[in-house]
């Protein structure tokens, strides 16, 4: 893969809900577009809905694990972008490690 000229942005899906009822946020998924982070999101959404434990544990393995008996509630998506690969005017590689 060629290395990016300059940043990139990058596109980080969210979670936050209650476990054990505290509140709790984590980070689902990292996608390259929108356009992705969109169509997994609604994936996930609608996995939650049905009940479909395993494709839900399988899509958001950074979710928080519930005690025995309990489960996540009051989940709730988000988006936000952020750059990646950022650089900083007048810098050589080599700077950084002086």
Same mark, same amino acid.
């Given at each position: 893969?060629?290395?990016?000229?300059?940043?990139?942005?990058?596109?980080?899906?969210?979670?936050?809900?209650?476990? !054990?009822g505290? *509140?709790?946020?984590?980070?689902? %998924?990292?996608?390259?577009? =929108?356009?992705? @982070?969109?169509?997994?999101?609604?994936?996930l959404?609608?996995?939650?809905?049905?009940?479909?434990?395993?494709?839900?544990?399988?899509? !958001?393995?950074? *979710?928080?694990?519930?005690?025995? %008996?309990?489960?996540?509630? =009051?989940?709730? @998506?988000?988006?936000?972008?952020?750059?990646?690969?950022?650089?900083?005017?007048?810098?050589?590689?080599?700077?950084?490690?002086?």
């Open positions: 893969m060629p290395k990016a000229e300059g940043p990139v942005y990058r596109e980080i899906l969210h979670a936050s809900g209650k476990v !054990d505290k *509140a709790a946020r984590w980070i689902v %998924g990292v996608f390259t577009n =929108e356009k992705t @982070l969109k169509a997994f999101a609604a994936h959404n609608l996995a939650r809905k049905a009940g479909m434990t395993d494709t839900v544990a399988a899509m !958001d393995v950074h *979710a928080p694990t519930p005690k025995d %008996g309990q489960e996540l509630t =009051e989940v709730k @998506l988000s988006r936000q972008t952020v750059q990646y690969n950022p650089q900083a005017p007048g810098l050589e590689d080599d700077a950084a490690l002086v």
